[in-house]
T-cell receptor
Framework: AQTVTQSQPEMSVQEAETVTLSCTYD???????LFWYKQPPSRQMILVIRQEAYKQQNATENRFSVNFQKAAKSFSLKISDSQLGDAAMYFC??????????????FGTGTSLTVIP | DTGVSQDPRHKITKRGQNVTFRCDPI?????LYWYRQTLGQGPEFLTY????????KSRLLSDRFSAERPKGSFSTLEIQRTEQGDSAMYLCASSRQGRYSPLHFGNGTRLTVT
């Protein structure tokens, strides 16, 4: 099974500042998909941003962007102009394109983000 | 799009009892997933349905766990003879066809086995 590693259990950021959450993964595949999910306290997990491995251009969704380094197997999430509502647990996820395992999403252990007013 | 619905939100049961959870996916999604999440961990894959067919099961899933998705609509996850180690959040998610399609999660069912 693919391994997804989030090495920062907790992070904090001042409101309006920028923060970067790290994610690395282990795979021998050349094509795959990567996702960042946000899980606010006691609320459902929602998609933040996604990236296709064969696309070199980094994905951007409003204040959220990724730094995808395929050779380094790194997929970090940058949150600009942090807002109080960004406080949540953030999970990085990997999805294979292989037929026998491509239906599974592999998740990291998460990074808990605190936004300081 | 009314979202993924899970019932119940919370379940407390005694060890050895059977429990059943229900998930109603987004209506146009043909894929349905069950995940388990424990404190401080990311979601762990349990099983996956495409329409009514259960296509994948985690090797970690013991034979006390069974899932169904009759008629390719809602799904149920049953745990027989519950153990304290089964205490966790059970998440249901659905998605459209296509590997780039993201998962849409429900609020989860929190199971506590006493």
């Amino acid at each position: 099974a693919q391994t997804v590693t989030q090495s920062q259990p907790e992070m904090s950021v001042q409101e309006a500042e920028t923060v970067t959450l790290s994610c690395t993964y282990d795979t021998s595949e050349s094509d795959y998909y990567l996702f960042w999910y946000k899980q606010p306290p006691s609320r459902q997990m929602i998609l933040v941003i996604r990236q296709e491995a064969y696309k070199q251009q980094n994905a951007t969704e409003n204040r959220f962007s990724v730094n995808f380094q395929k050779a380094a197997k790194s997929f970090s999430l940058k949150i600009s102009d942090s807002q109080l509502g960004d406080a949540a647990m953030y999970f990085c996820a990997y999805r294979s394109t292989l037929m026998n395992t491509g239906n599974q999403f592999y998740f990291g252990t998460g990074t808990s983000l605190t936004v300081i007013p | 799009d009314t979202g993924v619905s899970q019932d119940p939100r919370h379940k407390i049961t005694k060890r050895g009892q059977n429990v059943t959870f229900r998930c109603d996916p987004i209506s146009e999604h043909n894929r349905l997933y069950w995940y388990r999440q424990t404190l401080g961990q990311g979601p762990e894959f349990l099983t996956y349905f495409q329409n009514e067919a259960q296509l994948e099961k985690s090797r970690l899933l013991s034979d006390r766990f069974s899932a169904e998705r009759p008629k390719g609509s809602f799904s149920t996850l049953e745990i027989q003879r519950t153990e304290q180690g089964d205490s966790a959040m059970y998440l249901c998610a659905s998605s459209r066809q296509g590997r780039y399609s993201p998962l849409h999660f429900g609020n989860g069912t929190r199971l506590t086995v006493t």
